[in-house]
Protein backbone atom coordinates (compact mmCIF):
# COMPACT_ATOMS: atom_id res chain seq x y z
CA UNK A 1 0.00 0.00 0.00
CA UNK A 2 1.60 3.58 -0.89
CA UNK A 3 2.26 5.65 1.70
CA UNK A 4 -0.24 8.70 2.40
CA UNK A 5 1.07 11.80 1.31
CA UNK A 6 2.68 14.63 3.51
CA UNK A 7 0.56 17.44 3.81
CA UNK A 8 3.29 20.39 2.33
CA UNK A 9 4.59 23.10 5.27
CA UNK A 10 5.64 26.37 4.81
CA UNK A 11 9.50 27.54 6.19
CA UNK A 12 9.15 29.06 9.03
CA UNK A 13 12.74 28.77 9.80
CA UNK A 14 14.12 30.98 7.22
CA UNK A 15 12.85 34.35 5.87
CA UNK A 16 11.06 32.78 2.94
CA UNK A 17 7.97 31.77 4.21
CA UNK A 18 6.29 31.80 1.01
CA UNK A 19 8.15 28.51 0.06
CA UNK A 20 7.77 24.55 0.82
CA UNK A 21 9.76 23.52 3.34
CA UNK A 22 12.57 21.66 2.79
CA UNK A 23 14.27 20.62 6.37
CA UNK A 24 14.48 21.35 9.52
CA UNK A 25 11.89 24.15 8.85
CA UNK A 26 14.21 26.15 6.14
CA UNK A 27 13.40 25.90 2.36
CA UNK A 28 15.59 24.05 0.00
CA UNK A 29 18.56 27.14 -1.09
CA UNK A 30 18.59 28.70 2.96
CA UNK A 31 19.21 24.87 4.30
CA UNK A 32 21.89 24.20 1.70
CA UNK A 33 23.69 27.54 2.47
CA UNK A 34 23.40 26.52 6.43
CA UNK A 35 25.09 23.37 4.96
CA UNK A 36 28.51 25.15 3.54
CA UNK A 37 31.71 24.93 4.52
CA UNK A 38 33.80 27.79 5.56
CA UNK A 39 36.14 27.46 2.26
CA UNK A 40 32.67 27.29 0.20
CA UNK A 41 31.32 30.44 1.22
CA UNK A 42 34.70 32.40 0.69
CA UNK A 43 34.99 30.34 -2.58
CA UNK A 44 31.39 32.07 -3.28
CA UNK A 45 32.17 35.22 -2.25
CA UNK A 46 35.26 35.64 -4.84
CA UNK A 47 33.51 34.89 -7.12
CA UNK A 48 30.67 36.93 -6.54
CA UNK A 49 33.42 39.81 -6.57
CA UNK A 50 35.40 38.58 -9.59
CA UNK A 51 31.46 38.22 -11.58
CA UNK A 52 31.19 42.70 -10.08
CA UNK A 53 34.03 42.70 -11.52
CA UNK A 54 33.69 41.67 -14.95
CA UNK A 55 30.95 43.81 -15.38
CA UNK A 56 31.91 46.84 -14.56
CA UNK A 57 35.05 46.18 -16.73
CA UNK A 58 32.35 45.17 -19.70
CA UNK A 59 30.40 48.14 -19.04
CA UNK A 60 33.25 50.15 -19.11
CA UNK A 61 34.80 48.77 -22.47
CA UNK A 62 31.08 49.12 -23.93
CA UNK A 63 30.92 52.99 -24.02
CA UNK A 64 34.54 53.26 -25.18
CA UNK A 65 33.25 50.96 -27.85
CA UNK A 66 30.12 52.67 -28.97
CA UNK A 67 32.14 55.72 -28.87
CA UNK A 68 34.58 54.28 -31.33
CA UNK A 69 32.06 53.27 -33.37
CA UNK A 70 30.27 56.35 -33.75
CA UNK A 71 33.29 58.13 -34.26
CA UNK A 72 34.02 55.46 -37.11
CA UNK A 73 30.59 55.81 -38.63
CA UNK A 74 31.08 59.68 -38.75
CA UNK A 75 34.56 59.44 -40.43
CA UNK A 76 33.24 57.40 -42.77
CA UNK A 77 29.74 59.33 -43.60
CA UNK A 78 32.23 62.50 -44.29
CA UNK A 79 34.44 60.99 -46.53
CA UNK A 80 31.65 59.39 -48.77
CA UNK A 81 30.41 62.96 -49.63
Known amino acids: MAR ?3 EKTFASACPHTDRVAYSKG ?3 SCYNKSKL ?3 AIAKTNA ?3 AKQA ?3 YE ?3 REERNSQRKEYARRS ?3 EG
Open 4 to 6: PKK
Open 26 to 28: MCK
Open 37 to 39: TTE
Open 47 to 49: SDA
Open 54 to 56: KQL
Open 59 to 61: DKN
Open 77 to 79: RSS
